[in-house]
């Protein structure tokens, strides 16, 4: 097996809604890295997303009602995650 199908990593995710809507996810390893932001058009390639990197329906749907009650461009922090790597580089996060 690939070291993409088999590694997880930890990793901080936060929920940005911008001012025209757009919907960023940002994604951090825990530790001192870079992390990657992703930018989707609507809540719901934001959600497909957040279920792809292994978040629940519920949490999703929860963090993105969460974050449609916030003023644009107010950072929502998620719990830390681990998610498989090969997950979070076919989203485009390149953590």
Do not use: C
């Amino acid at each position: 097996m690939s070291r993409l199908a088999t590694e997880t990593v930890r990793v901080n995710v936060g929920l940005n809604r911008l001012h025209n809507g757009i919907v960023e996810i940002d994604v951090t390893r825990v530790g001192p890295h870079l992390g990657a932001v992703v930018m989707y058009p609507s809540t719901a390639g934001a959600r497909a997303a957040l279920l792809a990197l292994g978040f629940t329906e519920k949490e999703a749907d929860s963090h993105l009602k969460f974050l449609s009650d916030h003023a644009a461009n107010e950072r929502l922090p998620l719990p830390q995650a681990d998610v498989p790597l090969g997950a979070l580089w076919a989203q485009g996060f390149k953590v």
